[in-house]
Every structure is written in structure tokens, then in C-alpha cells.
């Protein structure tokens, strides 16, 4: 109640990526009169958010950033004047899976939700609301908590909520402005809290299982002849299931699905639940197993050997409609083709290449530090990327792969052409018209 009471005039909203980039941008465009500042630690990315080239890729972005920066909207590095000056502040700081752990499960790195915590604990003045939103496991609240009034200072009180979020990107600002939900927590109602902050990764947990589930599908469909988009179409009619999450492809990506769930595991681990663990970590196997089948298939059908064969990947990030590769499955099908001797010519839209290389230089840790630099070039249109490749490897579902000149493409490529289609976007009647020899996800082609 005392919240409500509060008239909120400034914002400071602590991490600038994904998720406080975007989240602030819509909220400085819904709300005129609230000034906003975006702070991060990171010189680089405040320095992208206040040029023209902002450090992500979301469709409608920009405009809202147009319209909003300098006006009540600010990006900054001066962390402690935006506490100081802030009624509220979000804490948006990333909470990556820990890289080391006793069992499968991972825990959830909070060391930047800590870092964010002392900060404010340091610097604060007056009444603060904390709201924190980044996804962290259940009680991280109740820690902020004890660091911040344990560092109380007089004259200065907070209250804390949580309000995970739950936008996808490359859909960012759409569910930004027509969430679906949105879940606000407070610490008066502990249970309550705890329950909303589990929903986040369950949410997410259940979302990559069902990409899992039609996914291994996919792999019975190919030994069998059967179609896995026939059948995720029939399966969605049931109304009970429902039709999103249904695609089969060459596995899920982003930041989230993965680390939420091995965090979920590294609970039920703790809890001595140790079936459920497996249940959970089954998610991340297949889908491993399915990026692995998807490889696997590229090297076999290239009559198992892609030494010094030129390889055309079209599509680098996660999913369409972002410019972000972290975990995406281009990543592992890359590494494989690598390792295993293949020179890539890669394509996407949105990635920066600088970004491309770094992804491949630590996925490819070998014992030739020159390996991917001799063996990787990145190319600004597609047309340039597969011309005299002997196969196309499309790992990302762009609009633009879709409507590309695949005669032209294929006049240009060294033959037998092949194009392993690992989103299932392409036209595939009219590949094998043209002469491609054509595979895919869920189903066997025959030439
Ligand atoms: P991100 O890595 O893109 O951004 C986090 C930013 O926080 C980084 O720029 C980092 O420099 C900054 N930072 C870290 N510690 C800081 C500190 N002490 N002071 C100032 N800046 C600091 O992460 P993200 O994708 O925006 O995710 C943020 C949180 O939201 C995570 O918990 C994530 O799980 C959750 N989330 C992400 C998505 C998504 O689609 N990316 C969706 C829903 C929820």
C-alpha cells in the first residue's frame, strides 16, 4: 500500500541489455512524464545505445528509441547518480548458469544481482522501491533484501518487488506492449513471490520441452517416412496442446531456455529429487542430440567427409528478428563442420561479424589458435556466401532466406548443390525442381 501511495518521477533501471534496453524504452514511450535512466557497467554498450547503431537488434526499436532518448530516456554509465536521483529502480543485470556444479544442474550465477545490490546499498538516499527482473531462483529477493538494510543508512527505507519479465526477442517490443502477463510480487506476500519467481523458468522450462518433445519426434518421423510437420499439425489441433512451440528444427537457442533450466535441475538436485532432475535435464540432451543429428547429417550426405569443402551457413543467430547468437545452434553445427575440416562462408542479417568470430574462436578451442580465422569467412550478402560452395547449412528461420533466387544460387554452387534446410522454411518442391539435392528436419527427401 505504501508503494501505491509513492509518486514515481525517475527510474533507474540497472543492466542495458536485452531485457533493460527494451523493457525501458517501451515504458519511457507509456510514460511521458517518467525520466529513465538505463545504466550499465559496460562502457561499450551505453556508448551503442546513444548512437545510431543501437547494441541489439528488435524490430520497432529503434523508432522507440528515436522518439524517447534525450527526451525522458537516457542511457549512462553513471550508475550512482541514477540511484541516487531514482524512486525505483529495476535490477536487469544478466544471472548466467554458474560453469561449475557437483551434479548435471547448474546454479544460477547471482553474482551481478549481488554486484547491483551492494551498489545500490552503497549510494542510496531516501525511499527506494527495488524491483528486481532479471530471473533469479526463488529467495534471491529476500538476499537483496538482507544486503540492502544491512547497509541501511538513516533517511533511507526500501521495499522490494519482483517482476520477472517475460519477453522473447525478436518479438520484444510486441510483448512489451501487448504482454500477455504481467506478474508483480511484493515482499508482503512471501509465498505469493515465490510462486512468481519459480513461474519464470518454469515457464521456460516447459516452453523448450515442448520444442524438445516434437524434436525427438522428428528424429522417429526420418526413421520411419513419416512427416513431423503432418504431425505437429494434427497434435495442435487438439486444443488441449495447442500449435505454438511445435516446430521441429536443429534445436533451441538464446540465452535463457538452457541456463533456466539447468537451474532447475541444480534446485531439484538440492532438493534430492533426483528423478525429476533427470526428467528436466532430458530437455537439454535432446536438444544437444538434436544439433549433434543435424551435423551429423550435413557430413554424411556430403559422402561423409567436408575436408576443404566450402560450406555455405546461412543464419548465425538463435532465431530470426534478433542480431543475439548466444547459444544459438549455428554455434555447435559451425564447430562440427570445423572440426571435421569444412571452410564456412557465413550469412545472417543482423550479426555483427566481429561477434561471428568471437562465438567460433571460444566454441573452437584448439590447439591451432589460426584455425578459424583460415577457415571462416563472413560474407554481407548471400549470394557471395554460398557462390561455389558444395552445400547450403540454413540454421536461422529469416524472412529473407525464404524468397532468395535459389536458381541463381544453385548456378552458382559446385555440384551435386545441397541445402540442408534445419528450420524447415524453404520451399523444398521447388529445390529438388531446380536440382538441389535437399534435406531437412522431420522428414525424408528423396531426389
Ligand atoms: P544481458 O547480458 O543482455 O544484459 C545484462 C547487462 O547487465 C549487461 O550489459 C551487463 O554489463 C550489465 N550489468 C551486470 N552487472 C551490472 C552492474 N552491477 N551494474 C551495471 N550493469 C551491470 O542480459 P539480458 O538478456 O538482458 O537478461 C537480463 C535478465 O533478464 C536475466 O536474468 C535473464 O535471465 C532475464 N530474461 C532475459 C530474457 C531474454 O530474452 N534475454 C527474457 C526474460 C528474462
Not at 512468481?196 to 518421423?221: D, G, M, Y
Request: charged residues 25%.
Amino acid at each position: 500500500t505504501s508503494i501505491a501511495k509513492m509518486v514515481i518521477k525517475r527510474i533507474c533501471c540497472i543492466g542495458a541489455g536485452y531485457v533493460g534496453g527494451p523493457t525501458c524504452s517501451v515504458m519511457a514511450l507509456k510514460c511521458p512524464d517518467i525520466i529513465i535512466t538505463v545504466v550499465d557497467k559496460s562502457k561499450e554498450r551505453i556508448m551503442q545505445w546513444n548512437s545510431e547503431k543501437l547494441p541489439i537488434y528488435e524490430p520497432g526499436l529503434d523508432d522507440v528509441v528515436k522518439t524517447c532518448r534525450g527526451r525522458n530516456l537516457f542511457f549512462s554509465t553513471d550508475i550512482e547518480t541514477a540511484i541516487i536521483e531514482a524512486d525505483l529502480i529495476f535490477i536487469s543485470v544478466n544471472t548466467p548458469a554458474k560453469s561449475f556444479g557437483i551434479g548435471k544442474g547448474r546454479a544460477a550465477d547471482l553474482k551481478y544481482v549481488e554486484g547491483a545490490a551492494r551498489m545500490i546499498a552503497k549510494v542510496a538516499t531516501g525511499d527506494k522501491v527495488v524491483v528486481e527482473k532479471s530471473t533469479v531462483p526463488v529467495r534471491a529477493a529476500e538476499s537483496i533484501l538482507k544486503i540492502l538494510r544491512a547497509n541501511n543508512k538513516p533517511g533511507v527505507s526500501y521495499q522490494i518487488l519482483s517482476n520477472p519479465e517475460f519477453l522473447a526477442e525478436g518479438t520484444a517490443i510486441d510483448d512489451l506492449i501487448n504482454a500477455d502477463r504481467v506478474l508483480i510480487g511484493g515482499e508482503d506476500t512471501p509465498e505469493g513471490q515465490a510462486a512468481i519467481e519459480k513461474l519464470c523458468w518454469a515457464a521456460n522450462a516447459f516452453l523448450a520441452q515442448r520444442i524438445s518433445s516434437i524434436n525427438s519426434l522428428s528424429a522417429v518421423c526420418e526413421a520411419t517416412g513419416a512427416d513431423v510437420t503432418e504431425v505437429a499439425k494434427a497434435v495442435g489441433l487438439d486444443s488441449r496442446i495447442g500449435a505454438k512451440f511445435l516446430q521441429a528444427s536443429v534445436g533451441f537457442g538464446g540465452s535463457c531456455f538452457q541456463k533456466d533450466i539447468l537451474n532447475l535441475v541444480y534446485i531439484c538436485e538440492c532438493l534430492n529429487l533426483p528423478e525429476v532432475a533427470a526428467y528436466w535435464q532430458q530437455v537439454i540432451d535432446m536438444n544437444e542430440y538434436q544439433k549433434s543429428r543435424f551435423s551429423g547429417k550435413v557430413i554424411e550426405a556430403l559422402f561423409n567427409t567436408v575436408t576443404d569443402k566450402r560450406i555455405a551457413l546461412l543464419g548465425f543467430a538463435f532465431k530470426k528478428n534478433t542480431g543475439d547468437t548466444r547459444e544459438s545452434p549455428a554455434i555447435h553445427v559451425s564447430k562440427t563442420l570445423l572440426d571435421e575440416g569444412a571452410k564456412l562462408h557465413i550469412y545472417d542479417p543482423k550479426v555483427d561479424h566481429k561477434q561471428i568470430m568471437y562465438d567460433l574462436t571460444h566454441a573452437c578451442v584448439t590447439d591451432d589458435p589460426e584455425k578459424v580465422k583460415n577457415s571462416v569467412s563472413i560474407h554481407d550478402d548471400p549470394y557471395s556466401a554460398t557462390s561455389g560452395t558444395h552445400a547450403i547449412v540454413l540454421c536461422t528461420e529469416w524472412d529473407e532466406f525464404v524468397s532468395l533466387d535459389y536458381e541463381k544460387i544453385y548456378d552458382g554452387m559446385m555440384k551435386p548443390a545441397y541445402i540442408f534446410d534445419g528450420r524447415k522454411i524453404l520451399d523444398h518442391s521447388q529445390l529438388l525442381k531446380i536440382g538441389f539435392h535437399v534435406e531437412t528436419i522431420g522428414k525424408r527427401l528423396c531426389r
